[in-house]
């Protein structure tokens, strides 16, 4: 007499399952991987000239003003590229700004900034975090401090004076950063303000409606 046997006991079944599992999961990882490359693909110059949104902007997103506004669909402040404006006096071509930009990254890389700083979520978290540091409202007071016109030019003298200017109890050593390093550094956290990372670092401006063009937060 033949014995019934549970579907669960079957290792024909099991077997079926877990490829077709395996499958699933292959083809869903497909996916994301080209929708992650489309959505961390840097945008072009001719993206911000129509006002087309990337959440990776264009090197010269440096040229634009940055600020930052709540979104009530999104449930956190969003970054809203505005007018053209100066940076360090001028505009940078793309090949100027890419060229600032790469400098930016290795001068941050050589310098170690990370020992001590976080970026987009890596490195130590003994000093603030980078991230979102060229919308700080801070700098508005180092700009009376350095004697600096921009926010820019106050970063830069920050970056390659900070024992001129000790603003925290943990004070940023001199690094011996070079004027045009401290150029490059300045574009590069300019760069990174821009880029749409859902919100993160958390409370970065809590309570926050809109980053105003003046360096002070509107509630």
């Not at 489309?38 to 949104?53: E, N, R, Y």
């Not at 970054?79 to 060229?99: L, N, Q, R, T, Y």
């Not at 000093?127 to 921009?150: E, H, Q, R």
Request: hydrophobic content about 40%; overall charge positive; aromatic content about 10%.
């Amino acid at each position: 007499m033949a014995q019934n046997h549970s579907v669960w006991t079957s290792i024909r079944f099991w077997r079926q399952s877990a490829a077709w599992v395996t499958g699933f999961a292959v083809v869903l990882l497909i996916l994301l991987t080209f929708d992650t490359m489309g959505q961390i693909t840097m945008g072009t110059d001719a993206d911000l000239q129509k006002g087309i949104t990337k959440r990776v902007p264009a090197p010269t997103v440096i040229n634009y003003h940055i600020g930052y506004k709540f979104s009530e669909k999104r449930g956190h402040e969003v970054p809203v590229i505005g007018k053209k404006e100066p940076f360090f006096g001028k505009e940078w071509s793309p090949k100027e700004a890419a060229a600032l930009l790469h400098k930016g990254k290795l001068t941050e890389q050589a310098k170690n900034c990370m020992d001590c700083h976080t970026l987009l979520g890596n490195g130590a978290y003994y000093a603030p975090d980078l991230t979102k540091a060229w919308i700080d409202p801070k700098w508005k007071s180092m700009m009376a401090m350095t004697g600096k016109k921009t926010r820019e030019e106050a970063m830069a003298e920050f970056l390659q004076h900070p024992e001129r200017y000790p603003t925290h109890a943990r004070r940023m050593p001199n690094l011996k950063i070079t004027p045009d390093e401290a150029k490059a550094l300045v574009a590069f956290l300019k760069h990174m303000s821009s880029i749409d990372t859902n919100g993160f670092p958390r409370g970065f401006s809590k309570g926050v409606k809109e980053f105003e063009a003046g360096g002070t937060y509107a509630h």
